[in-house]
């Protein structure tokens, strides 16, 4: 089993930054692809961004390339998001997902652990 706790969610004007952080338990981290996913009010969960285990495959939406970066700690059991550029669109809650597969996929259903969220808010 794998605990995943999101940090670094707030309330930030349109334009400015925010640096999602996700710490997992277990000695597992490594072998496991995480993801980044978004859900805003009335919308369906989406795919934000991914990276493969060995941080060799990394995985962006349309919407968010250029402006998002993902990247991964595994000494500290640690997957980032940094979000740069923010916009009203991109006010959600966001949640990291760890899959046991070896494969980086966009598909939420593929991912077997989930966090509680963490809260981002961009105001216009």
């Known amino acids: 089993q794998v605990q995943l706790v999101e940090s670094g969610g707030g309330l930030v004007q349109a334009g400015g930054s925010l640096r999602l952080s996700c710490a997992a338990s277990?000695?597992?981290?490594?072998?496991?692809?995480m993801g980044w996913f978004r859900q805003a009010p009335g919308k369906e969960r989406e795919f934000v961004a991914g990276i493969r285990w060995d941080g060799n495959r990394i995985d962006y939406a349309d919407s968010v390339k250029g402006r998002f970066t993902i990247s991964r700690d595994n000494a500290k059991n640690t997957v980032y998001l940094q979000m740069n550029s923010l916009n009203a669109e991109d006010t959600a809650v966001y949640y990291c997902?760890?899959?046991?597969?070896?494969?980086?996929?966009?598909?939420?259903?593929?991912?077997?652990?989930w966090g509680q969220g963490t809260q981002v808010t961009v105001s216009s």
């Open positions: 997902a760890a899959d046991r597969g070896m494969l980086l996929t966009t598909i939420s259903q593929t991912y077997d652990y």
């Open positions: 277990g000695r597992a981290f490594s072998t496991y692809t």
